[in-house]
């Protein structure tokens, strides 16, 4: 029936109702089947071929702190020990509670600002928050010579000194709500900035390597600091 109503012969034999039906639905089926009318997705993208290279996507710059170098430096401070455990500084165990605590913050703080722009700034901060804390913590009670449990007792767990409102070395909740960052305008208030030049000028008596007499071959020396390094006279 669809080919004898598609062909060109006379139609004579079918109802004229019939024949304008079917033309009347071949102008329908044009339309619909236009090319502007159709949604016609584009072809895929033809796969590279054999042997091109492939494109690259830009690779973002990523900046690592040197956690192995962090390690030995700390080490060699005596900060920590051979297997990585905190432990009491000995040219600090003379000095006053205060200094001793302002010391590890300043530490602390040069760390956290040096180190806040890399990427892998969490393995920096438990450094920080526990390493320095608690080699702080073991001075202080050596200084005092009382436990480590007394220590917090005494000073808190975040090390205020006494008489003090807040303490130089970094608290435990800020330690753990920094984020990396560009420090680009760096205020310092000036107790901190005389805090910094009083503990410049003590650092070598502080942390001498060598003893000042003649002949001596000592090397770890605990400097006394009301002592003038001189033979007396008398």
């Not at 000995?90 to 040096?114: D, F, H, N």
């Amino acid at each position: 029936m669809e080919k004898r109503l598609a062909s060109s012969q006379p139609r004579k034999e079918l109802p004229l109702s019939l024949v304008t039906k079917f033309r009347e639905f071949q102008e329908e089926v044009d339309k619909l089947c236009a090319p502007e009318q159709l949604d016609i997705a584009e072809p895929p993208a033809t796969p590279p071929a054999f042997g091109a290279a492939p494109q690259r996507q830009p690779m973002r710059v990523q900046i690592k702190a040197p956690i192995p170098k962090v390690w030995e430096r700390l080490r060699n401070r005596g900060i920590i020990s051979e297997r990585n455990r905190p432990k009491s500084v000995k040219p600090m165990v003379t000095q006053e509670a205060k200094t001793i605590i302002s010391w590890y913050g300043s530490a602390a703080r040069g760390l956290l600002s040096y180190y806040r722009c890399c990427d892998n700034l969490a393995a920096v901060k438990p450094i920080v928050n526990y390493y320095l804390r608690w080699s702080c913590a073991h001075t202080l009670a050596e200084k005092f010579k009382c436990s480590i449990r007394q220590v917090f007792n005494r000073f808190t767990e975040d090390l205020i000194p006494e008489g003090e409102r807040s303490s130089p070395f970094p608290t435990n909740s800020r330690i753990r709500g920094l984020n990396k960052t560009f420090l680009t305008t760096a205020k310092i208030s000036d107790s901190l900035r005389l805090e910094r030049l009083c503990l410049r000028t003590q650092k070598l008596p502080l942390l001498g390597s060598t003893c000042v007499v003649r002949g001596c071959t000592e090397t770890k020396v605990q400097m006394n600091p009301n002592s003038t390094g001189r033979p007396r006279m008398d």
